[in-house]
Nanobody, 123 residues
Framework: VQLQASGGGLVQDGGSLRLSCAAS????????MGWFRQGPGKEREFVAA????????YYADSVKGRFTISRDNAKNTVYLQMNSLKPEDTAVYYC?????????????????WGQGTQVTVSS
């Protein structure tokens, strides 16, 4: 599986962005997926995850109520709708495949990382 993230950009405090993660490969629909981010000088942190069917979603407390993860298996794409953005959301955002059935918030449990897309929120 190869992943390509896009949709990042510069947005003002309170604004919105929609990130996309396009996957190649026929087995995309069988994978749980996740979004992570890495801010300047920070470790990579979990943002959100979604089950293979889209029926279950999970969020970091810092984004709960503001971000929404979704997927379209027919298009081999996972989305991250980000609303009410804050300057502390500034980071490079990555999508990845959850390779195990456990610890969905741990980056070590993910693989096939995309190249990342930069999100910058100005105050």
């Amino acid at each position: 599986v190869q992943l390509q993230a896009s949709g990042g950009g510069l947005v003002q405090d309170g604004g919105s962005l929609r990130l996309s993660c396009a996957a190649s490969g026929r087995t995309f629909s069988s994978y749980d997926m996740g979004w992570f981010r890495q801010g300047p000088g920070k470790e990579r942190e979990f943002v959100a995850a979604i089950s293979w069917s889209g029926g279950n979603t999970y969020y970091a407390d810092s984004v709960k109520g503001r971000f929404t993860i979704s997927r379209d298996n027919a298009k081999n794409t996972v989305y991250l709708q980000m609303n009410s953005l804050k300057p502390e959301d500034t980071a490079v955002y990555y999508c990845a495949v959850h390779k195990s059935s456990y610890y969905r918030s741990r980056s070590s449990e993910y693989g096939y990382w995309g190249q990342g897309t930069q999100v910058t929120v100005s105050s």
